[in-house]
């Protein structure tokens, strides 16, 4: 049978069935899909293809699904260090923001942070951000997979002036992208704090109506709890339970201070936590409850939040991060395994944007959206176990292939001349022209 690709490997983790490593293993690839799994040799007899990659010394997986960025903000990285929340928020970004927002800012932000993000491993990311079909256009033109927002803040911006425009805005944005392969939408309210009670009811009547996910910041900080309170009289996730947000579409990002009981309605309800660790830490809002919700049977997902709070778009590097905190937080290593954090980083991102019948594990039928790691490097050898090895050894420096759909859209070349290098030198410097360009006008 003549396909597309045969991709052979040293090591293949699927993620389904979960906690599970197979060995000298080919995944064939044809029109996209995954169209089998199975041993090297009976690759070879099988198959004919148009093209076979050898990766004698890589593990294959499911490629990474970032719950929660704000690709735009590339652009921004580096504003604002050292400073609170809101103090981060009113005084270093939204003030640029409000000079340089535009469906030009918003594309150009979001292609150097695709571009960033398929070197590092990442093929789908859910984004949240004003002109988010200008956010489709960059993510794509990159070759990400994507979910975009329908979002709704309450104060006006470039992108729309009151909260009736924001609503109108994101049910064409919904309706524009119905039945798109590449690109899905999620109703994205940007916080309890920032969005009245009838537009965040608004929000989920969209959301019921369309059957997409709510992307909301939730319980970020201390503060956003107090403010509830003192407001509203409940903290903001009874605040939104009672509006009708609280449901099965529901992705809580940060959810850094979300008690032992909301974190058991969250998974009562079937509810997902899209968990960014660099960030909460470097905004110092906190340690996320991660061990706590997933032994309450909350759906996690990583994310990487946007360059301006991070710096960087690794998810790699959160998920590691992710997995040690949790350890340390409830002090019990046994938490927050291996299988459990590659899991959320992949597969648990897909569910909770309602994708994970396409992506997020390897698996026949599937779309072959996949990475290739690496695992012959000097703080990578010996290998006991490939996927320990990947979450705590591994850097994105040793992603070397990155595929959406079948496609290559990012690859390294290990060494040349004894020096690491980005196979596309122009595209590095196209970036570096783009991010100067915005950089000039701040």
Same mark, same amino acid.
């Given at each position: 049978?003549?396909?597309?690709?045969?991709?052979?490997?040293?090591?293949?983790?699927?993620?389904?069935?979960?906690?599970?490593?197979?060995?000298?293993?080919?995944?064939?690839?044809?029109?996209?899909?995954?169209?089998?799994?199975?041993?090297? /040799?009976?690759?070879?007899?099988?198959?004919?293809?148009? @093209? +076979?990659?050898?990766?004698?010394?890589?593990?294959? $997986?499911?490629?990474?699904? =970032?719950?929660?960025?704000?690709?735009?903000?590339?652009?921004?990285?580096?504003?604002?260090?050292?400073?609170?929340?809101?103090?981060?928020?009113?005084?270093?970004?939204?003030?640029?923001?409000?000079?340089?927002?535009?469906?030009?800012?918003?594309?150009?932000?979001?292609?150097?942070?695709?571009? &960033?993000?398929?070197?590092?491993?990442?093929?789908?990311?859910?984004?949240?951000?004003?002109?988010?079909?200008?956010?489709?256009?960059?993510?794509?033109?990159?070759?990400?997979?994507?979910?975009?927002?329908?979002? !709704?803040?309450?104060?006006?911006?470039?992108?729309?002036?009151?909260?009736?425009?924001?609503?109108?805005?994101?049910?064409?944005?919904?309706?524009?992208?119905?039945? =798109?392969?590449?690109?899905?939408?999620?109703?994205?309210?940007?916080?309890?704090?920032?969005?009245?009670?009838?537009?965040?009811?608004?929000?989920?009547?969209?959301?019921?109506?369309?059957?997409?996910?709510?992307?909301?910041?939730?319980?970020?900080?201390?503060?956003?709890?107090?403010?509830?309170?003192?407001?509203?009289?409940?903290?903001?996730?009874?605040?939104?339970?009672?509006?009708?947000?609280? =449901?099965?579409?529901?992705?809580?990002?940060?959810?850094?201070?979300? %008690?032992? %009981? &909301?974190?058991?309605?969250?998974?009562?309800?079937?509810?997902?936590?899209?968990?960014?660790?660099?960030?909460?830490?470097?905004?110092?809002?906190?340690?996320?409850?991660?061990?706590?919700?997933?032994?309450?049977?909350?759906?996690?997902?990583?994310?990487?939040?946007?360059?301006?709070?991070?710096?960087?778009?690794?998810?790699?590097? /959160?998920?590691?991060?992710?997995? $040690?905190?949790?350890?340390?937080?409830?002090?019990?290593? +046994?938490?927050?395994? !291996?299988?459990?954090?590659?899991?959320?980083?992949?597969?648990?991102?897909?569910?909770?944007?309602?994708?994970?019948? @396409?992506?997020?594990?390897? /698996?026949?039928?599937?779309?072959?959206?996949?990475?290739?790691?690496?695992?012959? %490097?000097?703080?990578?050898?010996?290998?006991?176990?490939?996927?320990?090895?990947?979450?705590?050894?591994?850097?994105?420096?040793?992603?070397?292939?990155?595929?959406?759909?079948?496609?290559?859209?990012?690859?390294?070349?290990?060494?040349?001349?004894?020096?690491?290098?980005?196979?596309?030198?122009?595209?590095?410097?196209?970036?570096?022209?783009?991010?100067?360009?915005?950089?000039?006008?701040?």
């Amino acid at each position: 049978m003549l396909i597309d690709t045969l991709m052979a490997s040293r090591w293949v983790i699927p993620i389904v069935p979960k906690n599970t490593t197979l060995e000298n293993q080919t995944v064939a690839v044809h029109q996209g899909r995954i169209v089998d799994l199975l041993p090297i /040799e009976e690759a070879r007899q099988r198959y004919q293809a148009k @093209e +076979t990659v050898s990766l004698p010394t890589s593990a294959v $997986m499911p490629g990474f699904v =970032n719950l929660h960025s704000h690709a735009a903000m590339n652009l921004l990285r580096g504003l604002g260090p050292d400073l609170p929340l809101m103090d981060w928020l009113t005084k270093a970004i939204w003030p640029v923001e409000g000079k340089l927002m535009s469906h030009e800012f918003v594309r150009d932000g979001s292609y150097i942070a695709g571009v &960033e993000m398929a070197q590092s491993g990442i093929t789908c990311t859910s984004d949240h951000y004003f002109f988010p079909e200008a956010a489709a256009e960059g993510l794509r033109d990159a070759g990400l997979r994507c979910a975009v927002s329908a979002f !709704v803040i309450g104060f006006p911006s470039a992108w729309a002036k009151n909260d009736a425009e924001y609503l109108s805005k994101s049910e064409v944005l919904i309706e524009s992208f119905k039945g =798109n392969e590449f690109v899905r939408t999620t109703i994205a309210p940007h916080a309890p704090y920032t969005v009245s009670d009838d537009s965040l009811h608004q929000c989920a009547v969209l959301s019921e109506k369309y059957d997409i996910p709510i992307h909301i910041h939730l319980n970020e900080t201390q503060t956003e709890i107090e403010g509830s309170l003192k407001e509203h009289g409940m903290r903001p996730t009874d605040r939104l339970d009672k509006l009708g947000l609280v =449901n099965e579409r529901l992705v809580a990002v940060h959810n850094v201070h979300a %008690s032992e %009981s &909301e974190l058991k309605r969250l998974a009562d309800v079937g509810a997902s936590m899209a968990h960014c660790p660099c960030s909460n830490l470097k905004l110092a809002s906190g340690f996320a409850p991660v061990a706590k919700a997933l032994n309450a049977g909350v759906n996690l997902g990583i994310g990487t939040d946007g360059v301006a709070s991070n710096d960087k778009l690794d998810m790699l590097g /959160e998920t590691r991060l992710a997995a $040690m905190l949790a350890k340390a937080v409830v002090n019990d290593t +046994t938490k927050a395994t !291996v299988a459990d954090m590659l899991e959320a980083a992949t597969l648990g991102g897909a569910r909770a944007l309602q994708w994970d019948h @396409e992506i997020g594990s390897i /698996e026949k039928g599937k779309a072959a959206d996949l990475i290739a790691v690496n695992l012959e %490097s000097a703080y990578t050898i010996p290998v006991s176990d490939p996927a320990t090895q990947i979450l705590y050894s591994a850097d994105r420096e040793n992603i070397t292939h990155t595929w959406v759909n079948g496609c290559l859209i990012a690859t390294k070349v290990a060494q040349k001349e004894g020096k690491k290098f980005d196979s596309d030198q122009n595209l590095v410097e196209s970036v570096k022209l783009i991010a100067l360009k915005w950089q000039n006008k701040q």
